[in-house]
């Protein structure tokens, strides 16, 4: 295995391409993790002169997301399909899930490639877990994958986890669609577990923080874009054929998501959401 304190090698994943930052990488960076190239590295650290707390925003969001995998197993829910998994060094799922349910199962979906080899580094031999490098654009090709198919039970409920991820997807009705079609794809007890940049939290400082983070991502491979509580309301909650019944305390700042035992922070600018896909009666089926 390789020294954690030590940058990742270029060559250590030919495909990558060096010459743009990358979300993921430069997550992994502010989470403290050594798996990022210097272009993350200065990218990272212009967003941190820009949003000295960028740092915190990326560290409430990992914590909210150990939050929401607890909250699902305790619902009974043990399985996952953790869309945009990224490099799982700092906490990561697998590990939080299968130390509480050692049953549990969570199958990794990536599409960048320094995730997907880390990921394939430290999941070897895990039981119970996979990683699969797909598109979460294309769920035909991620619910078929074998890393998918082949763990997950499709009858039981399973926990799509979709965290600082759907911001990626510009497009609001590409959006709707794929949250509906992995929301839909599972047992009954379903849950759809959502983080997502926003632009009107009740912090006019947060929001703006939100504004400048689309603005410095549109120079990274993947530009983000914020949206705001109706919107999100509107794509992942409110859907023709199902609802999202949200546990307490619904779509807050992801510092606010059952955050009582920890201190009280500014907002960061990112919704949270944990909810069980409930079918409308008389809705359209898909
Ligand atoms: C900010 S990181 C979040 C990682 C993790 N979900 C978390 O919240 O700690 C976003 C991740 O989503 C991945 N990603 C972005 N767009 C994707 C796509 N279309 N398909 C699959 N993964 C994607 C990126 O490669 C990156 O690893």
Avoid: K
Wanted: charged share 25%.
């Amino acid at each position: 295995m390789r020294d954690p304190d030590r940058h990742l090698d270029p060559d250590a994943v030919p495909e990558v391409d060096l010459t743009l930052p990358n979300p993921a990488r430069v997550y992994d960076y502010l989470l403290g993790g050594a798996h990022n190239f210097a272009t993350d590295r200065e990218f990272a650290e212009r967003m941190l002169t820009a949003l000295p707390h960028a740092r915190r925003a990326a560290v409430a969001n990992r914590a909210f997301l150990g939050r929401a995998v607890r909250a699902c197993l305790e619902r009974g829910v043990r399985q996952f399909l953790d869309l945009g998994s990224g490099i799982p060094t700092a906490a990561p799922v697998h590990e939080l899930a299968r130390r509480i349910d050692p049953a549990a199962r969570v199958a990794h979906v990536d599409v960048e490639p320094v995730s997907v080899a880390m990921s394939r580094e430290i999941l070897h031999g895990v039981d119970g877990t996979s990683i699969t490098a797909a598109d979460l654009t294309d769920p035909a090709a991620v619910l078929a994958a074998p890393g998918v198919a082949g763990l997950l039970d499709p009858a039981e409920p399973v926990a799509v986890l979709a965290v600082s991820v759907l911001h990626f997807v510009a497009d609001d009705t590409l959006l709707a669609t794929l949250a509906d079609t992995y929301a839909t794809a599972f047992g009954p007890g379903s849950m759809l577990v959502v983080s997502h940049g926003s632009t009107d939290v009740d912090d006019p400082a947060a929001a703006h923080d939100m504004r400048t983070v689309e603005r410095l991502t549109r120079e990274t491979s993947q530009p983000a874009r914020a949206r705001d509580r109706a919107t999100l309301r509107r794509l992942l909650v409110d859907r023709p054929g199902h609802r999202l019944d949200l546990l307490e305390p619904g779509l807050v700042d992801v510092t606010a998501w059952r955050a009582e035992d920890l201190p009280a922070g500014r907002p960061v600018g990112m919704y949270a959401l944990v909810g069980e896909v409930v079918p409308v009666a008389g809705g359209q089926s898909r």
